[in-house]
């Protein structure tokens, strides 16, 4: 006969373990929340660089992306095991791309160039290097791969959006020369993510959509630039 | 722009469809020995002495069992949870077939250890590799075994075995009264357990029905 009490024993044991994985998956919610929201928070301070002060806003913004970071660390790296990334990872890989574009726009208008996976990365482990009472080896290793490629690639590709609408803000300004570097810089993108689109199309999260965004931003700078060309040949002639 | 910007993410990419595609093809491979022991399980459905079939079914998930251990040493260390979700459904499956010949076999519910036993059965020496059953998976499994088992007693029933519908049925809602007990998230083990309450109300109208005629002794 089936012991009844071997059963419901076993079922206790199994609900404190499955509602321990429930109750991290819950803190890894909430910070993705914060993270996702702290960074888009920066990417509208970024957009306000053209009306006011530049060095100022990038100044704070780069404050408030280290804040960011740290939260990146301190309440979801933490909560990870090496091996327990991937267990969670669809849980805060909106946040990591969040934060990726973010990062990726405010480099782009500071420095006029795109960072690379592994500068974010090294950042975010340079960071959590920084003496945090009980840091363990482990998570330390974890922290030059938070985040992950996929992460990277999506980011990237919402941060077209965001150069696609400086574009036309600098257009809107007669900045012309920032305007065409934008175009420039959109077109690579653009012509350069093919490489990796065939990995892109297998991941089912509408990469295709997001493919053709950068596309059709790509179309409105180009339009946009033509524009500014086309009146600034007209200033000339006049 | 750096054109390293994209051949560095390109690697990566690179790798990790290679993996995942090495590692689909040892899936499929678990997922025919897993096919082979389904066929065993349907034939038990008629079969008027269970006990003269178990031993074969031991042997085919002891193969089940070598299949995917295969398939796990493949994948890349901590990378586990980057692509458990290709064998997920096949090991639910084999974990249900276990706890069905452990439960055929002795009346009891198989946790996760006992399994490993059913799986591993020769003594394994120190560190030799066992199939991880992960904690969903396994309660997947059980949803897939109370669903398996209410199909059965119908069955046993058209063959004059009515015992085995009251065993099922006591066995089956013990196991849903476990499941009451565990807090779910809104994801597909959720679902599944929705779905068995519905196994064990025909488990026991099956009951029902064969007491009603007085077929119980």
Known sequence: MLKQSSASYLFQKLSEDLSFLIEKRERLVKASRDVTYQSKKVIYLLHRAVDEEPLSVFSKAEEQLHTIRKLICDLILSELSLENYYRFHEVFTTALQEYTEARLFCAYLKENRIMTLDELNAEIAHQSEQPTEGLREETTQQFITSISPKDYILGLVDSSGELMRHCINCASRNETDKAFQVECVLRQLSTEIKFVGVYLSRWNDNLDNKLEAIRANLGKVENACYQLYIRGMEFRQH | ?217
């Open chain 2, 1 to 217: 722009m750096e054109s390293s910007l994209f051949s560095q993410l390109n690697k990566y990419l690179e790798e990790e469809a290679r993996c995942r595609e090495m590692l689909r093809e040892c899936r499929d491979q678990c997922d025919a020995a897993v096919r082979t022991t389904a066929v065993l399980v349907e034939s038990l459905h008629k079969e008027r002495d269970l006990s003269s079939k178990l031993k074969a079914l031991y042997e085919a998930l002891q193969e089940v069992a070598s299949e995917f251990v295969q398939l796990q040493l493949k994948v890349p260390l901590h990378e586990y949870y980057k692509y458990n979700e290709l064998w997920r459904s096949s090991l639910a499956q084999a974990v249900a077939t276990g706890c069905l010949v452990y439960y055929l076999d002795c009346n009891q519910l198989a946790d996760i250890s006992v399994l490993e036993k059913i799986f591993h059965p020769k003594k394994q020496e120190e560190g030799a590799p066992v199939v991880r059953i992960e904690l969903e998976d396994y309660l997947v499994g059980l949803c897939n075994l109370v669903s398996e088992l209410s199909r059965m007693s119908v069955n046993r029933v058209t063959i004059g075995d009515f015992e085995f519908a009251v065993q099922a049925a006591k066995f089956c809602s013990e196991i849903l009264a476990g499941f009451r007990l565990l807090n779910f998230r809104n994801d597909y083990l959720r679902r599944r357990f929705d779905g068995m309450k519905y196994d064990v109300k025909k488990l026991e109208e099956v009951v029902y029905d064969i007491s009603i005629r007085g077929l119980l002794k």
